[in-house]
């Protein structure tokens, strides 16, 4: 299979997908806000992911809105 195995491509995908599934099970976001950020993510990911977390930082968690 050449140079790069089964593995190495595994591993990549794997990377591609933690900055949009983090963003999927966030509690930070809901609705339509969290389809957008998602499709930020998997456009750009670990950026999209840090400017995620950056901007939602003051946010509170949505369970602690009780």
Do not use: C, D, Q
């Not at 591609?16 to 957008?36: C, H, I, M, N, Q």
Request: proline content about 5%; overall charge positive.
């Amino acid at each position: 299979m050449g140079t790069f195995s089964l593995f190495h491509w595994l591993v990549v995908f794997v990377l591609l997908l933690v900055a949009p599934l983090f963003v999927l099970l966030s509690p930070r976001v809901t609705g339509y806000e969290k389809l957008g950020w998602v499709i930020v993510t998997v456009f750009s990911s670990w950026i999209g992911l840090a400017v995620f977390l950056i901007v939602t930082a003051g946010r509170p968690k949505l369970s602690n809105l009780e």
